[in-house]
């Protein structure tokens, strides 16, 4: 029987390893476990190498003494599934397993693993028994079961609790084991601690497992490394020996020179600043979506409005929202903090009010999108159902790859489910993977809050934009990548041969723009900028022939 295999994003086949392999791969790392020490280095393995993962081990292994010596050897263990083991033999052959916009994530995992010999990567879990600090950078996924109910939904904690058990089956007592995934608030003390104390008392180990908690604030983008290696972090342990522990780790790993520490009491309190950052950015976010929705009502441009505020230097993190907010971490870590408060602590009591409010009008905003698309395709007199539709963009944020959440999977689903034709346009995004895999998707796929779905599992990212545009009804200004920021209206209405629909999510078309798309014949719409019909009276005031709906 053939093996099963992992297939990497390029289409490599890695054939899942077997029982005979376990043992050669174990003494491999020993080996090279073996030399390390000997040249004075302290063995990391950090769990789980994927967005977060991959880059901390190679932060790690890159990290030098004040005399400039490396002193950490990583591993990057992962576990070998289908879906992951591929990052394995990746990583050993200095390839980054994942695809970043930084330039420096390639160069660093490259010299890490084949120039300094500081980074490998195993995926058996006997490497744990060779640690002197585990970095936990597992996922701990939030799957909701309704479109815009965050209170209905589930921690994944079962591949967490796994993890823990693991672990403490097979550290030394001294070992650190650092938790940086972000978790339900009381999950190192109450649900960490408990597991491995009982597997360390089963061992005859007395002592507590050293654990603690420092959680990511990483940026995909552009500075994505350095927005793990030079930036402030805030930990925690569960006993003063962790604490000790955790901050010599991470003052000898990360730049805390520059970004000094802040180390709190209780490992809650470091994960509860987690939860509390991201609710925070989602509530800001949220909190512009009504603001946002009364512009487009009353004749005003929530762009200028904005701008205008943010003068004022104590509003300067005010935040215009786009067609819905995504991304790995904002759409699910308040719905961690809710589930812990009843799950974990226990209260029946329902407390929680503007976070899960938030995260809900974030996650439904993109419904607003789809509809300003039927309304724009209307005042065309073009039906919905049949009309085709580019989306540009389809991340989550301007200028990096990652779709994970992204407002235009909403959108796109929406649409479909009104009958129109998608096409994505997205210069930063191979495979969309929320679509591509949409009927297997790890913790369930948005696909099932939607009817007439099927079609978008063939659905593809282009790259060629004037192919995109051929005869295209609508366009939807998704993402605020720089490729879209300056494209001319003549040029668009030349590449798609009829005047369009044109729908603007992130203030993306200034008054110009907005201008001549009007007087190209197009219709344009935009989320907050309720001034495009002033735009239009002025046109209409100048040629009365005009066909100027609204
Ligand atoms: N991606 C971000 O932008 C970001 C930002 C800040 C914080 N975080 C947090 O960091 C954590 C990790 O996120 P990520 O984006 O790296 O997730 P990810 O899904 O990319 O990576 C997790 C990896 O862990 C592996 N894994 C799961 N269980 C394992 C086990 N038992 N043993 C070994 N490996 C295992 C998975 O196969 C996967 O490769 C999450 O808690 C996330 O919320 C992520």
Not at 24 to 49: F, K, N, P, W
Request: aromatic share 8%.
């Amino acid at each position: 029987m053939k093996n099963a295999v992992s297939v990497s994003p390029d289409g490599v086949e890695y054939p899942l390893p077997i029982e005979e392999d376990y043992r050669r791969e174990y003494s491999r790392v020993q080996s090279l476990v073996t030399t390390a020490r000997h040249d004075g280095r302290e063995i990391v393995v950090v769990m789980g190498v994927g967005f977060v993962g991959a880059v901390m081990a190679a932060i790690i292994a890159d990290s030098v003494d004040k005399a400039g010596k490396s002193k950490k050897f990583v591993v990057g263990m992962q576990r070998p599934s289908v879906r992951s083991f591929w990052k394995i033999p990746l990583l050993n052959m200095g390839i980054s397993p994942i695809k970043a916009e930084d330039p420096e994530v390639a160069p660093l995992i490259k010299r890490c693993v084949q120039e300094k010999k500081t980074l490998i990567a195993s995926y058996t879990y006997d490497v744990l028994s060779l640690a002197d600090v585990v970095v936990v950078d597992v996922q701990c996924d939030y799957t909701k079961n309704e479109l815009g109910n965050v209170k209905n939904g589930d921690v994944d904690m079962a591949a967490l609790e796994e993890a823990f058990e693991i672990i403490a089956s097979r550290v030394n007592p001294e070992t650190l084991i650092l938790i940086e995934t972000t978790v339900a608030p009381g999950t190192t003390e109450q649900v960490a601690f408990p597991i491995m104390k009982k597997v360390f008392a089963k061992r005859g180990i007395p002592s507590d497992p050293l654990l603690a908690h420092s959680y990511e604030r990483v940026m995909p983008g552009k500075n994505y490394v350095s927005s793990i290696r030079d930036f402030w972090r805030v930990c925690s342990g569960v006993n003063e020996q962790a604490k000790n522990k955790v901050v010599k780790f991470l003052n000898e790993v990360i730049n805390t020179d520059k970004y000094p520490l802040t180390v709190l009491d209780r490992p809650i309190e470091s994960e509860t600043a987690k939860i509390v950052e991201n609710s925070y950015r989602a509530t800001i976010l949220a909190f512009m979506d009504e603001w946002s929705l009364f512009a487009e009502r009353n004749g005003v441009d929530i762009v200028k409005v904005i701008k205008a505020v943010k003068m004022r230097p104590t509003h300067s993190n005010l935040m215009f929202p786009g067609p819905g907010i995504g991304g790995y971490c904002l759409p699910k870590d308040g719905g961690l903090g809710i589930w812990a408060y009843k799950h974990i602590h226990g209260f029946e009591d329902d407390i929680f009010r503007i976070t899960p409010k938030a995260i809900d009008i974030n996650d439904t905003r993109p419904l607003h999108t789809a509809q300003l698309v039927r309304d724009a395709l209307r005042n065309m007199n073009i039906p919905i159902a049949g009309a085709e539709i580019l989306i540009l963009g389809a991340s989550y944020r301007e200028d990096v790859g990652d779709t994970r959440y992204s407002g235009s999977e909403v959108l796109v689903r929406k649409l479909a489910e009104m009958g129109a034709e998608i096409r994505v346009h997205d210069p930063y995004v191979d495979q969309w993977w929320e679509f591509k895999n949409q009927d297997v998707y790890p913790n369930g796929s948005k696909r099932v809050f939607f009817r007439n779905q099927n079609k978008l599992n063939d659905l593809q990212v282009q790259k060629d934009l004037g192919k995109a545009l051929t005869g295209i009804d609508t366009l939807v200004f998704a993402v605020r990548h720089k490729d879209y920021l300056n494209l001319s209206p003549d040029e668009i209405v030349r590449s798609v041969g009829k005047p369009i629909a044109v729908i603007d999510c992130f203030g993306i078309l200034d008054d110009e723009k907005i201008k001549r798309y009007l007087e190209l014949g197009c219709e344009v719409k935009g989320m907050g900028r309720g001034h495009i019909r002033r735009i239009k009276e002025l046109l209409k005031k100048k040629s009365p022939m005009h066909n100027l709906d609204d």
